[in-house]
T-cell receptor
Protein backbone atom coordinates (compact mmCIF):
# COMPACT_ATOMS: atom_id res chain seq x y z
CA UNK A 1 0.00 0.00 0.00
CA UNK A 2 1.42 3.36 -1.02
CA UNK A 3 1.38 5.75 1.92
CA UNK A 4 2.01 9.00 0.02
CA UNK A 5 1.36 8.87 -3.69
CA UNK A 6 1.88 11.64 -6.20
CA UNK A 7 1.14 11.84 -9.90
CA UNK A 8 2.51 12.20 -12.45
CA UNK A 9 5.98 10.79 -11.77
CA UNK A 10 7.45 12.40 -14.87
CA UNK A 11 6.30 15.55 -16.61
CA UNK A 12 7.90 17.27 -19.59
CA UNK A 13 6.26 20.49 -20.71
CA UNK A 14 6.96 23.70 -22.55
CA UNK A 15 7.61 27.10 -21.04
CA UNK A 16 4.47 29.07 -20.40
CA UNK A 17 2.25 26.04 -19.86
CA UNK A 18 0.19 25.37 -16.74
CA UNK A 19 0.50 22.00 -14.99
CA UNK A 20 -0.69 20.26 -11.85
CA UNK A 21 0.79 17.60 -9.60
CA UNK A 22 -1.54 15.62 -7.39
CA UNK A 23 -0.77 14.14 -3.99
CA UNK A 24 -2.71 11.83 -1.73
CA UNK A 25 -1.86 10.24 1.61
CA UNK A 26 -3.66 7.34 3.25
CA UNK A 27 -1.94 7.60 6.64
CA UNK A 28 -4.53 9.74 8.38
CA UNK A 29 -1.99 12.53 8.87
CA UNK A 30 -3.08 16.09 9.56
CA UNK A 31 -0.13 17.88 7.96
CA UNK A 32 0.97 17.80 4.32
CA UNK A 33 3.87 19.43 2.57
CA UNK A 34 5.39 20.24 -0.79
CA UNK A 35 9.17 20.24 -1.11
CA UNK A 36 11.32 21.14 -4.11
CA UNK A 37 14.63 19.40 -4.81
CA UNK A 38 16.78 21.41 -7.18
CA UNK A 39 19.54 20.30 -9.53
CA UNK A 40 22.03 20.37 -6.67
CA UNK A 41 19.80 17.95 -4.75
CA UNK A 42 18.98 20.49 -2.06
CA UNK A 43 15.53 20.00 -0.54
CA UNK A 44 13.58 23.12 0.34
CA UNK A 45 10.09 23.44 1.74
CA UNK A 46 7.54 25.23 -0.39
CA UNK A 47 4.28 24.82 1.52
CA UNK A 48 2.95 23.24 4.68
CA UNK A 49 -0.74 22.59 5.29
CA UNK A 50 -2.34 21.52 8.56
CA UNK A 51 -5.95 20.33 8.45
CA UNK A 52 -6.39 21.94 5.02
CA UNK A 53 -5.10 25.30 6.27
CA UNK A 54 -1.96 26.89 4.82
CA UNK A 55 0.65 27.14 7.58
CA UNK A 56 3.91 27.74 5.78
CA UNK A 57 4.54 29.50 2.46
CA UNK A 58 8.26 29.87 1.98
CA UNK A 59 8.59 32.77 -0.45
CA UNK A 60 7.31 30.73 -3.34
CA UNK A 61 6.28 32.68 -6.46
CA UNK A 62 2.54 33.09 -6.68
CA UNK A 63 2.60 31.09 -9.93
CA UNK A 64 2.59 28.12 -7.54
CA UNK A 65 -0.80 27.54 -5.96
CA UNK A 66 -1.41 24.64 -3.61
CA UNK A 67 -4.91 23.33 -3.06
CA UNK A 68 -6.04 21.06 -0.24
CA UNK A 69 -9.60 19.83 -0.87
CA UNK A 70 -9.40 17.62 2.21
CA UNK A 71 -6.84 16.43 4.77
CA UNK A 72 -5.74 13.53 2.56
CA UNK A 73 -4.97 15.58 -0.55
CA UNK A 74 -2.62 18.42 -1.38
CA UNK A 75 -2.30 19.31 -5.04
CA UNK A 76 0.16 21.72 -6.60
CA UNK A 77 -0.76 23.84 -9.59
CA UNK A 78 1.91 25.78 -11.45
CA UNK A 79 1.07 28.56 -13.88
CA UNK A 80 3.25 29.95 -16.65
CA UNK A 81 6.04 27.45 -16.20
CA UNK A 82 9.61 28.71 -16.45
CA UNK A 83 12.86 26.88 -17.16
CA UNK A 84 13.91 27.39 -13.53
CA UNK A 85 10.91 25.42 -12.34
CA UNK A 86 12.57 22.24 -13.57
CA UNK A 87 13.14 20.16 -10.44
CA UNK A 88 11.84 17.22 -8.48
CA UNK A 89 8.77 18.03 -6.41
CA UNK A 90 8.09 15.91 -3.35
CA UNK A 91 4.86 15.66 -1.46
CA UNK A 92 5.01 14.54 2.17
CA UNK A 93 2.78 14.09 5.18
CA UNK A 94 3.05 13.68 8.94
CA UNK A 95 1.28 14.18 12.20
CA UNK A 96 2.56 17.43 13.68
CA UNK A 97 6.21 16.94 14.63
CA UNK A 98 6.29 13.22 13.94
CA UNK A 99 7.98 11.09 11.32
CA UNK A 100 7.42 12.60 7.92
CA UNK A 101 6.66 10.33 4.96
CA UNK A 102 7.59 11.32 1.45
CA UNK A 103 6.15 10.41 -1.90
CA UNK A 104 8.34 9.11 -4.72
CA UNK A 105 8.66 12.53 -6.30
CA UNK A 106 7.49 14.17 -9.54
CA UNK A 107 10.25 14.97 -12.04
CA UNK A 108 9.29 18.18 -13.83
CA UNK A 109 11.25 19.24 -16.90
CA UNK A 110 10.41 22.54 -18.56
CA UNK A 111 11.73 22.93 -22.11
CA UNK B 1 16.06 31.16 10.27
CA UNK B 2 17.15 27.56 10.73
CA UNK B 3 20.16 26.41 8.73
CA UNK B 4 21.25 22.78 8.62
CA UNK B 5 24.71 21.76 7.46
CA UNK B 6 26.06 18.30 6.78
CA UNK B 7 29.69 17.29 6.68
CA UNK B 8 31.17 15.66 4.69
CA UNK B 9 29.31 16.24 1.45
CA UNK B 10 30.60 12.93 0.10
CA UNK B 11 32.25 9.91 1.62
CA UNK B 12 33.70 6.73 0.15
CA UNK B 13 34.62 3.84 2.43
CA UNK B 14 35.46 0.15 2.05
CA UNK B 15 32.87 -2.36 3.13
CA UNK B 16 32.89 -3.20 6.82
CA UNK B 17 33.99 0.17 8.11
CA UNK B 18 32.17 2.01 10.85
CA UNK B 19 31.43 5.59 9.90
CA UNK B 20 30.00 8.81 11.25
CA UNK B 21 27.98 11.41 9.39
CA UNK B 22 27.73 14.86 10.91
CA UNK B 23 24.88 17.34 11.01
CA UNK B 24 24.75 20.79 12.60
CA UNK B 25 21.86 23.22 12.99
CA UNK B 26 21.85 26.89 13.94
CA UNK B 27 18.59 27.14 15.93
CA UNK B 28 18.45 24.79 18.91
CA UNK B 29 14.70 25.34 19.38
CA UNK B 30 13.74 22.23 17.46
CA UNK B 31 10.80 19.86 17.87
CA UNK B 32 12.83 16.89 16.74
CA UNK B 33 15.53 15.86 14.30
CA UNK B 34 15.22 13.23 11.59
CA UNK B 35 17.63 11.30 9.44
CA UNK B 36 16.62 10.11 5.99
CA UNK B 37 18.08 8.06 3.21
CA UNK B 38 17.60 8.88 -0.47
CA UNK B 39 18.52 6.46 -3.23
CA UNK B 40 19.13 7.84 -6.75
CA UNK B 41 15.88 8.64 -8.51
CA UNK B 42 13.83 7.79 -5.45
CA UNK B 43 12.00 9.49 -2.64
CA UNK B 44 13.17 9.81 0.95
CA UNK B 45 13.01 7.01 3.49
CA UNK B 46 12.91 7.91 7.16
CA UNK B 47 15.66 6.20 9.16
CA UNK B 48 15.52 7.64 12.65
CA UNK B 49 13.67 10.34 14.54
CA UNK B 50 15.11 11.84 17.72
CA UNK B 51 12.77 13.89 19.89
CA UNK B 52 14.22 17.11 21.26
CA UNK B 53 14.23 15.59 24.76
CA UNK B 54 16.18 12.51 23.67
CA UNK B 55 19.90 12.03 23.31
CA UNK B 56 19.97 9.12 20.87
CA UNK B 57 18.01 6.58 18.89
CA UNK B 58 19.06 3.23 17.50
CA UNK B 59 17.75 1.08 14.69
CA UNK B 60 19.76 -1.97 13.71
CA UNK B 61 23.22 -0.86 12.61
CA UNK B 62 22.24 2.81 12.80
CA UNK B 63 22.62 5.04 15.83
CA UNK B 64 21.76 8.72 15.83
CA UNK B 65 22.70 11.14 18.59
CA UNK B 66 21.44 14.61 19.35
CA UNK B 67 23.08 17.42 21.30
CA UNK B 68 20.66 20.32 21.18
CA UNK B 69 22.81 22.70 23.18
CA UNK B 70 25.65 22.48 20.69
CA UNK B 71 23.36 22.18 17.67
CA UNK B 72 24.77 18.85 16.51
CA UNK B 73 23.62 15.41 15.53
CA UNK B 74 25.58 12.42 14.28
CA UNK B 75 24.53 9.30 12.43
CA UNK B 76 26.72 6.30 13.17
CA UNK B 77 26.62 3.39 10.73
CA UNK B 78 28.22 0.20 11.96
CA UNK B 79 29.79 -2.41 9.68
CA UNK B 80 28.90 -0.60 6.48
CA UNK B 81 27.66 -2.58 3.47
CA UNK B 82 27.47 -1.76 -0.25
CA UNK B 83 23.68 -1.58 0.16
CA UNK B 84 24.18 1.40 2.48
CA UNK B 85 25.33 3.47 -0.51
CA UNK B 86 22.92 6.39 -0.79
CA UNK B 87 22.55 10.03 0.19
CA UNK B 88 21.86 10.59 3.87
CA UNK B 89 19.91 13.68 4.85
CA UNK B 90 19.53 15.31 8.22
CA UNK B 91 16.51 17.53 8.89
CA UNK B 92 15.30 19.57 11.86
CA UNK B 93 11.65 20.18 12.65
CA UNK B 94 10.87 23.70 13.86
CA UNK B 95 9.39 24.25 17.30
CA UNK B 96 5.84 24.16 15.96
CA UNK B 97 6.49 20.80 14.33
CA UNK B 98 5.20 21.93 10.94
CA UNK B 99 8.34 22.68 8.96
CA UNK B 100 11.33 20.44 8.32
CA UNK B 101 14.60 22.11 7.26
CA UNK B 102 17.05 19.87 5.43
CA UNK B 103 20.81 19.79 5.24
CA UNK B 104 22.56 19.35 1.92
CA UNK B 105 23.12 15.64 2.49
CA UNK B 106 26.11 13.32 2.60
CA UNK B 107 26.58 11.10 -0.43
CA UNK B 108 27.91 7.77 0.83
CA UNK B 109 29.58 5.13 -1.31
CA UNK B 110 30.49 1.80 0.30
CA UNK B 111 32.84 -0.20 -1.89
CA UNK B 112 32.81 -4.00 -1.84
Amino acid sequence: DTAVSQTPKYLVTQMGNDKSIKCEQNLGHDTMYWYKQDSKKFLKIMFSYNNKELIINETVPNRFSPKSPDKAHLNLHINSLELGDSAVYFCASSRVGNTIYFGEGSWLTVV
Amino acid sequence: KQEVTQIPAALSVPEGENLVLNCSFTDSAIYNLQWFRQDPGKGLTSLLLIQSSQREQTSGRLNASLDKSSGRSTLYIAASQPGDSATYLCAAFNNAGNMLTFGGGTRLMVKP
